[in-house]
């Protein structure tokens, strides 16, 4: 027997590993679906891409066709992997805005402050730039920061520097003081290494004897009795098994597995467990609801001098770059590929920013799928505060079956009104004087599209998730409309806890991982029985 049992070595999975065997007297088995992640892919920070292409160390998940997209189903890439989507994922490293959390907490629940999280943010940075009173020093993964404005590329200078003159702030680090603006962005990346938790966290404490980790297992049901969760059924090599806790569960699947493996163990709504023939362990309604996901568009710009990223996507450049990085660790892959970001409000009487500008010198398609072959650069525009919420239901009593997943993208219009206003507060900043040398045409939506009408025609039929899954088994005080109370233990099952993504109440302002991070170290020392850091 083992004392904790944790579902799933993700971004989360992985962080729990490594604090809770800390103590020595702790003993942790960790199952995983996938493999160990030990591709030159999921090393090399430019990896992500080809990653995305062949869809390795991925789940490869799609949506149910979606009304408010032309009936459309969307990707959704989950990693299939030790370290998770930390291990395929872009490496964009922004954590939120502080607004986002102090919302959490008058949701009701306590500890979830922005003051109370930020410790637990910068405990697990390393950031380039050394500690200060945002950013943490000395935790396991490094956090890059791109060059400020002097040092950017041609193409990243003038893009920043046109949004300042568009009347846009400057901003060194938006996970900093303020999220606000145009500036360098912040990457999970260094020594030419993709920092995902399997790297980080995972791999330097591999070989504690009371960690065991079992690959290739996946979790088919919690086993429930008399209201307190006692282990975990599992598949491997085609067998089925049985693992007992001796203290407590921890379902670090994600946004998605989470609530699919809670549905199938008895705990959700009663009419849905029913309908699959399950007894209901928990009347749960809020297991699989409030789906939240970030969804984003792009407006395409060529330019006129071959300053941009197509060079480096070319075959015979990218074969010679990955040898680079295999022999030397040099090259263009020692990095995302991403110099900038912005953060502005679509409405002046927000309270803090809700479009995220990634500016990569590339344009593409499909996922990344497709390049498109002309130099220019993009503005990948996302509504980081949805109002839209779908749900994760099972799709029978199987695991084997994936569950439904229905974000129900745009049935809220002002979920359209804010990628509108995107894709017009871009057009502002690339007509700005700093980019007249390098402007070239706009390839998308196009210069014809401009009315109200046309621009939620081109968002319809081109929009695209940014793989941002998160809240379905949203925290709260009340067992009525959450899941996990703020301590993260599931309503009315002893035993069982939730540590993931799943867990927001409500989506952050920016790339989710870094906050699913944050959640794992804080809940490490709630397990733990430790007092919070900083208190």
Known sequence: MTDYIIIGGGSAGCVLANRLTADPAVKVTLLEAGPESNSVFYRMPAGFFRLMQTGKGNWNYETTPQPGLNGRTMYVPRGKVLGGSSSINGLVHIRGN????????????????????????????????????????????QVSQGPALEAMSPVAKSLVSAAIEAGHRYNPDQNGEFQDGFGPASGNFGDGIRQSTYACYFRPVAGRPNLTVLTGAQASRIVIS??????????????????????????????????????????????????????????????????????AVTVQETITQPWGALAYVQPFASAKALLQYMFFKSGPTLSNGLEAMGFVRSRPDLEYPDIQYHLPLLMYGDHGRQIVQREGFMFHSTDCQPDSAGTVRIRSASIADAPLIDPNYLAS???????????????????????????????????????????????????????????????????????????????????????????????????????????????????????????
């Open 98 to 141: 502080a607004g986002d959390f102090d919302r959490w907490a008058q949701m009701g629940n306590t500890g979830w402050s922005a003051a109370a999280c930020l410790p637990y943010f910068k405990r697990s940075e390393a950031y380039a730039g050394g500690s200060n009173a945002w950013r943490g020093g000395d935790g396991p993964m």
């Open 226 to 295: 008399g209201g307190r969760a006692s282990g975990v059924e599992y598949i491997r090599g085609g067998r089925s098994h049985t693992l007992n806790a001796a203290r407590e569960v921890i379902l670090c699947g994600g946004a998605i597995h989470s609530p699919q493996l809670l549905q199938l163990s008895g705990v959700g709504d009663p009419e849905l467990l029913r309908q699959h023939g399950i007894a209901v362990a928990a009347d749960l309604p809020a297991v699989g609801a409030n789906l939240k996901d970030h969804l």
């Open 413 to 535: 219009d002002e979920d359209m009104r804010a990628l509108r206003s995107a894709i017009r507060l871009a057009r502002e900043v690339i007509a700005q004087p700093a980019l007249t040398d390098l402007r070239g045409e706009e390839l998308a939506p196009g210069p014809a599209c401009t009315s109200d009408a046309d621009l939620d025609a081109y968002i319809r039929s081109t929009a695209i998730s940014v793989y941002h899954h998160v809240g379905t088994c949203r925290m709260g005080p009340d067992a009525g409309s959450s899941v996990v109370a703020p301590d993260l233990k599931v309503h009315g099952i002893e035993g069982l806890r939730v540590v993931d993504a799943s867990i927001m109440p409500d989506i952050v302002t920016g790339n989710t991982n870094a906050a699913t991070i944050m959640i794992a170290e804080k809940a490490s020392d709630m397990i733990l029985g430790r007092p919070p850091v900083g208190v």
